[in-house]
């Protein structure tokens, strides 16, 4: 069976991980399957948004715990596996932020633990009111070391601390007001309000999109300085585009912009 299946409508590619019966973990084939697809978006030209979903019951339960621990019948305790196995997730989860593309998470049922992450690591996130998120390794004696990572660059730290050392689940409600996703709607909706998200995204100049994105992690990472001078060149990069020339006319003409693929 395969990992996922992918369609395409209008710019727009949904990605569904199709692993239900493991809640959509995230095995070395899940990883495998995903980390290639974002691979082949990279040069994609026709696709202006990605959606990411989950079939079944949950999104993402996160790290096939039953992988995990066959890894650990190696001769060295499983140490190069699972090493190995942290780094193609990281990998992963990294080349998300890289895509020229903007992905949106579209969760349902449960995100934990690496689901979480993956989460915390696409561009935007739209939930439906029902699901719970949480870092719960914990609960387990396996403290949320690389979920982390994206989680306490979404959420305060205080709080995302908690999650982390407590196990607590939070619902979409809270998931919101802390900034790990940005709108939880009725289930029966969810579909139809990412699909409204990634369109209304679509409809944007791609070049403008992608420039912005990129800049949008950059900068994030620099100096305040640094970010000016960084950005600054970046809007002047988008400045000197001929569709944003047409869209800065088309806006002072009253008028839709005409732009050229």
Not at 225 to 234: F, I, L, P, S
């Amino acid at each position: 069976m395969p990992h996922l299946n992918r369609t395409d409508h209008s710019g727009v590619a949904h990605i569904e991980m199709t692993a239900p019966e493991r809640l959509n973990a995230l095995s070395d084939g899940m990883i495998a399957a995903l980390q290639a697809e974002f691979d082949g978006l990279m040069d994609d030209t026709d696709t202006r948004v990605v959606i990411l979903s989950g079939a079944g019951k949950a999104f993402c339960a996160g790290h096939d715990l039953r992988e995990m621990q066959a890894a650990r019948q190696a001769a060295d305790g499983g140490a190069a596996a699972l090493g190995d196995l942290f780094n193609r997730c990281a990998k992963m989860m990294q080349t998300i932020q890289k895509l020229p593309q903007p992905v949106i998470a579209q969760t349902h049922g449960i995100a934990t633990a690496a689901g979480c992450q993956l989460v915390a690591t696409c561009d935007l996130a739209v939930s439906a009111d029902t699901c719970k998120f949480g870092v719960n390794g914990v609960n387990i004696g396996l403290f949320c070391s690389t979920p982390m990572v994206a989680l306490t660059r979404n959420i305060p730290r205080k709080q995302a601390f908690e999650m982390l050392t407590t196990g607590r689940f939070i619902d979409a409600v809270e998931a919101q007001t802390l900034g790990l996703i940005n709108k939880s709607v009725p289930a029966e909706q969810l579909a139809q309000a990412t699909r409204d998200m990634a369109e209304t995204i679509a409809n944007k100049l791609p070049i403008a999109v992608k420039t912005g994105k990129q800049a949008f992690y950059e900068q994030s990472q620099m100096s305040t300085a640094d970010a000016y001078t960084y950005t600054g060149a970046r809007m002047v990069e988008n400045m000197l585009d001929a569709n944003t020339n047409e869209g800065i006319n088309a806006f002072l003409e009253k008028r839709d912009p005409n732009w050229s693929n």
